[in-house]
């Protein structure tokens, strides 16, 4: 008979599930979706003849720093094994998971919300309204790019990743879900939780629109990224072994 704290659990990590998704779905709208600006706020050595751009710009790029910074501390202190001992001793090992993706799901909201753009200092800018071949090029790029992060995480096993295993495995009295992983899928969890490093890295380069705001952010993600996740060769090999599975068993159902 599951107790009450197990069915709390449980139900945590079914809303941390949905509003993951959820947020998800507004970093790809935020991240991925094209932008204009005036004509007149194009390259960057506009800045020699008008000063007050960059004055403009001190505001927005101090503010996105510490929202940045923030979420970096979140997801970095949320994963330690001080978070961990201390989740474990009140009695929510089951939970932990869960509990990490929803503090960095709020973290990430609460960034894209209150972002604020530093239109007046372009790097550069592709019009891709005025050309279809640009606009599906630009599309298809990102498109693909979110394919292979998603596709990352169904490989790695995405009920796990969001926590809701762990939960459904704690509620029937099971052993945690990692027990059952293969040596190699343990191997890949222990350094990296996150799938696609390269599809993360090309959504967060490969804009149309590259405001100095757009480029602050991804300089710091792409070198937390490079820190902290240290896939090596075997991971690559497990992953591409894995999605190659995958696809043989869709097409033999």
């Known amino acids: 008979m599951a ?7 449980f139900m945590l990590s079914l809303v941390a599930f949905a509003y993951t998704f959820y947020v998800v779905g507004s970093l790809m709208f935020f991240l991925s979706r094209p932008r204009n600006v005036p004509k007149i706020y194009v390259w960057v ?18 503010f996105d720093t ?32 869960s509990i990490y993706c ?7 909201h609460y960034l894209i919300r209150h972002w604020l753009p530093a239109q007046s200092i372009v790097l550069w800018q592709v019009d891709v309204a005025s050309s279809y ?3 599906w090029t630009f599309s298809l790029v990102h498109g693909f790019a979110w394919m ?5 995480s169904i490989i790695m096993d995405l009920p796990e990743i969001l926590g809701v295993k762990q939960a459904y495995y704690d509620l029937k009295d099971y052993a ?17 939780r996150h799938p696609s490093f390269v599809g993360l ?46 696809v043989q068993e869709l097409k033999n159902d």
Not at 83 to 97: F, Y
Not at 102 to 108: E, K, N, V, Y
Not at 176 to 192: C, D, E, M, T, W
Request: hydrophobic letters at 45%; a positive charge; proline letters at 1%.
């Open 176 to 192: 945690q879900p990692i027990a059952y992983k293969s040596f190699r899928l343990r191997h890949l969890y222990s350094h990296v």
């Open 201 to 246: 890295s090309v959504i967060l380069w490969a804009t149309n629109l590259m405001t100095i705001d757009r480029f602050l952010l991804a300089l710091l993600l792409t070198t937390y990224m490079f820190l902290a996740w240290s896939t090596d060769r075997n991971d690559v090999v497990y992953q591409r072994n894995q999605f190659q599975r995958k």
């Open 66 to 97: 510490l929202y940045i910074i923030g979420f970096i501390l979140q997801h970095s202190c949320m994963k330690s094994d001080l978070v961990k001992s201390i989740l474990d001793k009140v009695g929510l090992a089951a939970a932990e998971r």
């Open 102 to 108: 929803l503090t960095s799901s709020l973290s990430l």
């Open 133 to 135: 071949v640009l606009w």
């Open 148 to 152: 292979i992060i998603y596709g990352g």
């Open 3 to 9: 107790s009450v704290k197990q069915l709390l659990v």
């Open 45 to 62: 050595f506009n800045l020699l003849d008008n000063k007050s751009r960059l004055e403009t710009s001190y505001g927005p790029m101090l």
